[in-house]
């Protein structure tokens, strides 16, 4: 039986797990969403999201393991996600994997969530090549020069709200379902991108911060003015405030690989999985004469897979965690 890793990932209200080989390959990846429990508060309830992680976390694991055709006794190591995230969410994987290592008598991996994200879209090529990363969340929207495993320059974060929390915020304030990021680029399919000039905020040339408060202040000066109930207009509103979003994204991560003479962009996490990001994105890398890798939608939002594959780069490099490394809620990618 081939050697292989057992992954586990409870950041936030998503419980997965997932076996991966020690080259990356995914052999099985499971997920339990937690969205329609959540929905009717409006947002992540970190004590229903930790309690719904201990319910589904062994059963999970069990398929994991049962989907690959391997047993305990076939895994190599065993890798968690540590932060950031949910304190009393990351507790559950963090837990069961350094249970399982010890009892085993198998290596244990932390793995920082958003070096998950950062390189799940070399999941189907396995080499991670150098490249400006997006990586854009929920909870981050960061840019990053890689220059290879465990080597990240940090070029620009948000300064307030990430983009996929903004996403979820003005969909609250539009009556739109939580979470808002999908809704909204639902309804902007057949809205007008221009039918309302929203700030694209800190276009600085030589900036790659980003800042989202602003743009999200617009739209709420807008409503009192507008008919929300009115169903085109409500989807020109989503239109014109997420390409105002995306418009940002894209031209700061083209202008950081054209600084940085990198000739190919990756981009990561929830928020990619929108249809206009991939789309403008593709556009905008192909007049710029650049390559660009998107993460594949299944591996976009939290899942075990790219903890799975972030464990088997760092194992591959000889990398190990003490069975005493601890959760961090705040834990940084650099620095």
């Known amino acids: 039986m081939p050697s292989c890793l057992l992954a586990l990932e409870t950041s936030c209200d998503e419980t997965a797990a997932s076996v991966v080989t020690p080259e990356g390959e995914v052999l099985s990846s499971e997920v339990a969403s937690q969205i329609e429990i959540h929905r009717e508060f409006g947002g992540v309830v970190p ?76 999941m189907s090529r396995g080499k991670i090549e150098p490249h400006i990363a997006l990586i854009v969340s929920g909870g981050h929207t960061m840019l990053l020069q890689v220059r290879g495993v465990g080597d990240y320059e940090l070029l620009g ?15 609250k304030m539009l009556g739109l ?19 309302f000039d929203f700030p694209r905020s800190m276009m600085e040339q030589g900036s790659y911060e980003f800042s989202f408060s602003g743009l999200k202040t617009s739209v709420l000066y807008l409503l009192p003015k507008v008919d929300v109930t009115h169903e085109p207009t409500l989807n020109d509103i989503c239109a014109s405030f997420q390409e105002a979003v995306i418009e940002v994204l894209v031209e700061k ?46 591996f976009t939002t939290d899942n075990a897979a790219m903890i ?28």
């Not at 929390?165 to 969909?171: H, L, R, T, Y």
């Open 47 to 122: 004590e229903v999201a930790s309690r719904n992680h201990i319910l589904h976390m062994r059963l999970l694991a069990e398929q994991a393991l049962a989907k690959a055709n391997v047993t305990l006794k076939d895994v190599d190591a065993f890798a968690a996600t540590s932060g950031p995230g949910l304190v009393s969410s990351l507790l559950i994987g963090s837990t069961l994997a350094k249970s399982l290592a010890l009892a085993e008598g198998k290596p244990f991996l932390a793995i920082n969530h958003l070096e998950g994200h950062l390189l799940s879209p070399f």
């Open 157 to 171: 974060r948000t300064r307030d709200d990430a983009a996929g929390e903004a996403f979820d915020k003005v969909g």
């Open 177 to 195: 379902p939580y979470p808002g990021g999908p809704e909204i680029d639902q309804r902007a399919r057949s809205g007008n991108r221009k039918a």
């Open 253 to 298: 991560a083209i202008r950081a690989a054209k600084q940085y003479s990198q000739p190919l962009i990756a981009v990561s996490g929830g928020v990619s999985c929108n249809g206009r990001l991939r789309e403008r994105f593709a556009e905008r890398c192909k007049e710029a004469r650049l390559e660009l890798l998107l993460a594949e939608p299944r």
């Open 308 to 335: 799975g594959f972030a464990a088997a780069q760092r194992w591959r490099a000889g990398f190990t965690s003490p069975l005493e490394t601890d959760v961090n809620p705040n834990l940084s990618l650099v620095g």
